[in-house]
């Protein structure tokens, strides 16, 4: 059974940083498309990020873009990281990871960890 697990949630002032970190069980990740979402209270999940199987980030969506930053731990890929910087409270959200064959398609999604962003 494959497990997605996410970590590196935690509470930040706005400004600063957190790293969330994303890894599987067991196996690299360097076959798979990763991927962020995220969902606040009260909103549907939306995308944040997600770098495909040759590495290259697909998409950011631009309410991060500049901030946020999707990366690995080349060239296994045992974990893949959401760099997130300036961070602002709307930013305040469950965050999650998945994987897949592609960033249409993802099959694995991880438990999710809550990121608070207060003022």
């Known amino acids: 059974e494959v497990q997605v697990v996410e970590s590196g949630g935690g509470l930040v002032y706005a400004g600063g940083s957190l790293r969330l970190s994303c890894a599987a069980s067991?196996?690299?990740?360097?076959?798979?498309?990763v991927a962020w979402f995220r969902q606040a209270p009260g909103k549907e999940r939306v995308g944040v990020s997600c770098?495909?199987?040759?590495?290259?980030?697909?998409?950011t969506d631009s309410s991060v873009k500049g901030r946020f930053t999707i990366a690995s731990d080349s060239p296994k890929k045992n974990t893949v990281y959401l760099q997130m910087n300036s961070l602002k409270p709307e930013d305040t959200a469950v965050y999650y990871c998945a994987i897949g064959g592609s960033c249409h398609t993802l099959d694995y999604w991880g438990q999710g960890t809550q990121v608070t962003v207060s003022s």
């Open positions: 770098t495909n199987t040759d590495g290259h980030t697909y998409y």
């Open positions: 067991g196996f690299p990740l360097d076959d798979y498309a």
